[in-house]
């Protein structure tokens, strides 16, 4: 199988894939059309990438192309709709940054509180200024609010709470059982969470739901001199506000992510957020970027590969439909011999019903099988009995709505 790594990859997975009988192609400079000429000369079936981005026209020319493998847990960064469009099947390694990320989460809310930033730069000018820095406010019993409660959401909870931190928590999926298992409050809305905490962290993944929800209501909310911590997209906060929020508010705000980010490793940029007047600190967009977490991350990609290969599964797959209701199944025992599902399949096809899913297991011996054949629409009984005696190997026709 050829794969194309167009983001630099551990070495570890780079040697595993080359073990698994991979025929690797491996080039961190590829963006836009160069990335796009790669994919069309070497043919490649798998493209894994990190921060690349692999936009329309990359997709739209790669006729190989059935599998892009995020290393990590976005992929806003790849065109989801024109994959789709091409059944081309995106996997992500969702929670194998969530330490990582967690980890920088912190360091962002102690280095607020302390103003770690500030310290040094006077300390390298020369200056000492224990009277303005020694007013650190402390994070013991302090209220950590959470947007978000994916994997990195659930480490930075315990990391609170081990700074005797109570949280207090808001995300779609969050049920009033697990916020008690959790030991947390559960809040509302958004709004709620803002009204609540002390420290409001962002861990929500970017989608059009998701875009700009920390936005100037939410921010209004926040207690007067509190803390905004962004590790997660730059798309889900709406970075005007926040400017605002800093001046009339006091926040001191903690980044990692940023609209329009370079696409390189070193770039120039420029971002008028970070040069807001107040406490505002900020790192490169590394959350994810430890030894332990690219070490995770690589493993789960060429897992992913490797299943992938092996299978024709795809593991942690992002661009499935969604069970849909409706629509029916048929199932058909029959003999384990050639020609069979052809059959069926073309008695299907002269009804003019579309086939959506279909999986033949095997029986133990391999004399018999059963075929399950998700279809979009039922098939009325004189087209089962035509099934039924489409093929002499055929031993029983049922069909069933989705749900049985």
Not at 7 to 25: H, I, N, P, W, Y
Not at 71 to 84: F, M, P
Not at 108 to 136: F, M, S
Not at 374 to 388: F, H
């Amino acid at each position: 199988m050829k794969v194309l790594l167009a983001d630099k990859f551990q070495a570890s997975g780079l040697a595993t894939l080359r073990d698994m009988g991979c025929e690797v192609t491996i080039d961190p400079t590829l963006q836009g059309d160069t990335l796009r000429d790669a994919v069309i000369k070497t043919q490649c079936a798998v493209l894994i990438v990190r921060s690349t981005k692999v936009p329309k026209d990359v997709i739209d020319a790669a006729d190989s192309l059935a599998l892009i493998v995020r290393a990590g847990a976005g992929y806003n960064t790849i065109d989801v709709e024109a994959a789709s469009q091409h059944s081309v099947m995106i996997a992500n390694c969702p929670g194998k940054n969530a330490v990582a990320v967690a980890e920088l989460t912190f360091a962002l809310i102690l280095a607020l509180d302390r103003r770690l930033v500030d310290n040094v730069i006077d300390l390298r000018a020369g200056v000492w200024n224990k009277k303005e820095y020694g007013q650190a406010r402390g994070l013991k019993g302090r209220t950590l609010g959470i947007l978000g409660l994916g994997q990195i959401g659930l480490a930075v909870i315990r990391r609170a709470q081990a700074f005797g931190m109570p949280v207090v928590a808001w995300s779609r999926s969050l049920t009033p059982e697990q916020a008690q298992e959790l030991n947390i409050t559960q809040a509302e809305s958004p709004i709620d969470v803002a009204k609540q905490c002390d420290v409001l962290s962002v861990h929500i993944a970017v989608s059009p739901e998701t875009k700009g929800l920390v936005n100037a209501k939410v921010l209004s909310a926040m207690k007067p001199g509190s803390y905004l911590i962004n590790t997660a997209r730059a798309d889900v906060v709406d970075y005007e506000a926040v400017a605002t929020a800093i001046k009339e508010q006091g926040l001191r705000v903690g980044l990692d992510v940023y609209p329009n980010e370079p696409t390189t490793g070193q770039a120039e940029f420029s971002c008028p957020i970070i040069k807001a007047d107040g406490v505002v600190y900020g790192t490169h967009h590394i959350g994810a970027s430890t030894e332990q977490a690219q070490e995770a991350i690589a493993d789960e990609a060429v897992r992913i590969v490797r299943v992938f290969s092996e299978t024709g599964n795809v593991l942690n797959c992002v661009n499935l439909r969604r069970p849909r209701t409706g629509g029916c199944s048929l199932r058909v025992r029959h003999l384990n011999k050639p020609g069979v599902l052809s059959s069926v399949l073309r008695v299907i096809s002269e009804a003019n019903i579309n086939v959506e899913e279909m999986d033949n297991v095997i029986c133990k011996g391999g004399h018999s099988a059963t075929a399950q054949i998700k279809l979009e629409s039922p098939i009325d009984q004189a087209t089962i009995d035509i099934v039924r005696q489409a093929n002499d190997h055929i031993i029983s026709v049922r069909q069933t709505n989705v749900a049985q």
